[in-house]
């Protein structure tokens, strides 16, 4: 049983209504930013003239540093502030978005996902701390967490169709969609004043104290030890193998699903980008939908279904994408084939996973730990993204686009038995989340 932790001052319903809407509004802006790696891939192949291979690299410059930060940082931001990091990564995205379309090349494109990555390590590590302190139950904190993660999602949607609207249709190698990046730097200025603007409530964790978890008392870890002492526990060791395996799969399909609509099913870039924003759309409409399945059904049970429809699908649209013809560029919607309609639909079935795993998860420890938790979180599900994308775009490079995302068929049996175990060892030690 998780003994309860105390914030040092309680926030009123409309306070906290403020701090959720503040957490919204910065994980929408990173949501246009993490997510537009597929669409700058597509741009950068075009642009800069670099392979499929190399490209696939920026997940790495976004993603490792995600993890290395959250490793060295998480446990100690708490100490730091919330505010103060959240201040700190909105201010060093707005000028790497500023100098994209002054240094334009691809080494600039790698500075900024770097940039990328290392703020929003401490972002997500606020974000996630945050919604502890202000959600009061476990379902509470369930339909905060849908929510954040659905208008992330909402925030991917709008990054594809803000894209696609610098893309010049006609010179498709042209700089001109590097100048969205100075309206993300704008973005990214007003929402530090907002964030200033919000009175967060602070974590009341003592130096020394002990915590009940599984039934066993410990002394309370601080720092990096504090993140790796959650290893022991074997719940948390079977939800990291789900994140990881979750994220490969989300990543390899969502970044190169730009790629996969051009060099398969032979769409112009502007239109490769948009119709993407319908897997996007899905991701928004499941988690947001999910909120509600939730209240009624196990999480494990409608998770499970969610992984069978998903590979159900993937079997069931590659088929019919051999037979079209990719050189005959398509540059209107009602040009495009039904397959480029219905593969995004598996977004669907994918959007409910990670939030409600993460959930169960933080649920199931006392809210002083949700920052070291959250660090876990980070630096696995970055892992995960970061060798999703390589292979998804090695075998895209030396092979073509249909097997490389009929091999994302593997990691979904292989998330489909972590599921199951996750639940037993979390029947075993934490019964009271079930």
């Known amino acids: 049983m998780v003994k309860p932790s105390t914030t040092s001052s309680a926030l009123t319903s409309m306070g906290s209504l403020q701090v959720l809407i503040c957490l919204i509004v910065t994980y929408f802006i990173f949501a246009i930013l993490l997510n537009s790696v597929g669409t ?16 696939s690299a920026l997940e790495g410059f976004k993603d490792l540093p995600i993890a290395l930060v959250s490793f060295f940082v998480a446990s100690y931001l708490p100490r730091f502030g919330f505010k103060p990091a959240m201040l700190l990564g909105m201010g060093c995205v ?14 600039m494109t790698k500075m900024l996902f770097m940039s990328v990555g290392i703020s929003f390590a401490l972002i997500k590590v606020s974000v996630y701390a945050l919604l502890g302190l202000i959600s009061a139950t476990q379902k509470h904190h369930a339909s905060n967490m849908n929510i954040v993660e659905g208008c992330f999602m909402v925030g991917v949607l709008s990054g594809y169709w803000l894209f696609a609207h610098f893309i010049d249709p006609q010179n498709p190698a042209s700089n001109s969609w590097l100048n969205v990046y100075w309206l993300l730097a704008l973005g990214c200025l007003l929402n530090m004043v907002l964030i200033g603007l919000t009175q967060f409530p602070k974590l009341a964790s003592p130096e ?7 039934g066993n008392e410990a002394s309370e870890a601080t720092g990096i030890t504090s993140m790796l002492s959650l290893l022991a526990l074997p719940f948390v060791l079977m939800f990291i193998l789900c994140a990881f395996f979750y994220v490969l799969i989300e990543q390899g399909i969502g970044t190169w699903l730009p790629t996969f609509n051009k060099d398969v099913i032979g769409l112009a870039n502007n239109l490769s980008v948009q119709i993407t924003s319908i897997f996007a759309a899905c ?31 993937m079997l069931s649209i590659i088929p019919l994408t051999w037979g079209i013809d990719a050189s005959l560029q398509i540059t209107q919607w009602h040009d495009i084939p039904a397959a480029a309609f219905a593969l995004p639909l598996i977004g669907l079935f994918m959007a409910p996973i990670y939030p409600a795993i993460n ?20 630096i696995f599900s970055a892992l995960g993204g970061t060798l999703g ?13 249909q097997t490389a995302f009929y091999f994302m068929l593997i990691p979904m049996s292989i998330l489909l038995f972590s599921l199951f175990m996750y ?11 079930q």
Not at 295 to 307: Q, V
């Open 423 to 433: 639940r037993l060892k979390l029947e075993k030690t934490s019964p009271d989340v």
């Open 359 to 378: 959930s169960v998860v933080l649920t199931a420890l006392p809210k002083h730990k949700h920052a070291s938790m959250t660090g876990l979180i980070i």
């Open 40 to 55: 700058v891939i597509l741009q950068s192949i075009e642009t800069f003239k670099i392979s499929k291979t190399a490209a």
């Open 389 to 401: 994308s390589l292979i998804t775009g090695t075998i895209f490079d030396y092979f073509n686009g």
């Open 208 to 214: 020394n104290t002990t915590v009940t978890v599984a």
């Open 94 to 107: 707005a000028i790497t978005c500023a100098l994209m379309p002054l240094f334009s090349s691809f080494f």
């Open 283 to 313: 991701l928004a409409i499941g988690r947001l939908g999910a909120g509600v399945i939730l209240r009624r059904m196990h999480w494990f049970t409608f998770l499970a279904f969610c992984i069978t429809a998903m590979a159900i699908l």
